[in-house]
């Protein structure tokens, strides 16, 4: 009669079974479920006509809401719309400000070139006061409430201002401003070249305004700032098309877009909006899916065919470990097609591994140990939060993070594979490279990290956690 396994021998089993590395399939199973149901989605939405369109959008965009991994695209979206847009105001500010001071000069130097009135019927209006009421306007600050869904709220008062200020220095025959003021010019059409760029073609841009839409026909329980609420008005007052579109979902109403060319046309603008907002969502989903493929790839070299070369690197070299192991994941990088910079400076911090890049953005950081070194690990998880946050709205901010851990011998470590927090992900993977008789079956007894530790930890708090 074969031997009864004992308690612990069953807990010995289970804990290694946990720690086994993570099939590759098994690994994109996942998300390759998320794709599979965003193209069911989409294909049925797609094939509503009219009115129902419209309807069954809610659920599409509650779809992507309800899942983590397009919840987390979606913010990423809503915040490169938000960035653009703040981009675009900026430089409305700073040319305003260049615009001001050139005004302050001529009032200072030239008063008498500006004139009370415009000496032609549809001449600009040079006076002093208009110039400084079109930079006033021009210089407000644009509310997000305001400007939520539009390309721009700003209108052409800082292009009226820069043509008679130009009007104003050639008068005065001040070559310097007026090259200034023609170079301000250029710097605003550029500005709003690239707007318009980004408005007509990103996943952000086609987001904010369906979301718009859909809250206009679907107004929250909660009142909406005053703004807000009196734009909603306006859009979907009687005879505007939002306002029809309310009608005929909610209300009484009848009506058929094929006969009401501006409600058509809303819902073909709808239509293109949720097709891209589609898009840019299974791209970052198709992104993410090659990025973990190509870092899964490595650990599986590592742990096949590098172990010996690998700890031999780590044992013997210039600087730390880390740092040696950390320069072969870069080299495996580059050879398929990366350019991550290696310990760049960023202000005053230095990442290991950091790939910027409007595909494929990524930071990687790598700890190695060869003995017990549970919070070694664990306060290396919480440096790569502090990272992600540094990097947050920043020309180098990342979408994802590597937390890369190289297990020379010691204890083995279960994670999860993946961690969400924030809008931000990091993915663990542990490459264990230990000698053949510290691994399979030989391995110690492995230890499991608790998700919840994994997750960001304020600073006053970690003393209590290692």
């Known amino acids: 009669m074969p031997r ?18 993570p099939i590759l399939c098994d690994v994109y199973g996942v998300i390759e479920d998320v794709v599979e149901l965003l193209d069911r989605s989409w294909d049925a939405l797609a094939t509503e006509q009219g009115v129902d369109f419209a309807v069954d959008l809610f659920r599409f965009h509650d779809l992507l809401m309800r899942d983590t991994r397009t919840h987390a695209i979606l913010e990423t979206l809503r915040t490169e719309e938000q960035s653009s847009r703040s981009t675009l105001d900026n430089e409305y500010a700073d040319i305003g400000a260049e615009l001001s001071a050139i005004v302050d000069e001529l009032e200072r130097d030239a008063v008498d070139h500006f004139n009370p009135e415009p000496e032609h019927e549809g001449d600009y209006d040079t006076s002093l006061p208009q110039i400084r009421a079109w930079l006033a306007q021009a210089m407000q600050p644009i509310s997000s409430e305001s400007s939520e869904g539009l390309e721009t709220a700003h209108t052409n008062e800082l292009f009226n201002a820069i043509e008679v200020v130009k009007i104003v220095a050639e008068k005065a025959e001040k070559s310097d401003l007026r090259s200034r003021l023609t170079n301000a010019r250029r710097r605003l059409e550029h500005a709003r070249r690239e707007r318009r760029i980004f408005y007509a073609t990103a996943g952000g841009s086609a987001l904010v305004t369906l979301e718009r839409h859909l809250a206009d026909l679907h107004p929250p329980v909660a009142p909406a700032a005053q703004l807000t609420e009196l734009g909603r008005r306006g859009r979907t007052r009687n005879g505007m098309p939002l306002g029809r579109l309310r009608g005929i979902l909610f209300g009484d109403e009848q009506g058929d877009p094929n006969h009401e060319p501006d409600l058509k046309s809303l819902l073909a ?5 949720a097709k891209r907002v589609y898009d840019d969502v299974r791209r970052r989903l198709g992104a993410e899916r090659s990025l973990l493929a190509v870092f899964h790839r490595y ?5 096949w065919y590098d172990t010996e070369r690998l700890r031999s690197i780590a044992n013997k070299g210039p600087g730390k470990p880390e740092d040696r192991l950390t320069e072969t994941l870069a080299s495996y990088l580059f050879d398929h097609g990366f350019n991550p910079l290696t310990r760049p400076m960023v202000g005053k911090i230095q990442p290991d591994l950091l790939a910027p890049g409007p595909r494929y953005s990524f930071y990687v950081e790598a700890k190695q ?17 502090d990272m992600l946050d540094e990097l947050r709205d920043t020309a180098q901010d990342v979408s994802e993070a590597f937390y890369v851990i190289y297990r020379r011998g010691g204890p083995r470590y279960s994670f ?16 264990d490279i230990a000698a053949t008789d510290e691994r399979g079956s030989n391995a110690p007894l492995t230890e499991i990290f608790d998700p919840e530790d994994l997750l960001p930890v304020p600073v006053q708090s970690r003393r209590k956690k290692r």
């Open 4 to 21: 009864r396994s004992s308690k612990a021998e069953r807990l010995l089993t289970k804990a290694r079974f946990l720690a086994r590395p």
């Open 269 to 273: 603008d709808m239509r293109s909006d």
């Open 299 to 303: 650990r599986q070299r590592c742990q």
């Open 369 to 385: 140990y060869d003995k017990s070194a549970r919070g070694y690990l664990l306060k290396g998880m919480w440096q790569v939060w």
């Open 416 to 431: 999860a594979p993946r961690v969400e927090h924030g809008n931000r992900v990091v993915h663990i993977l542990m490459i």
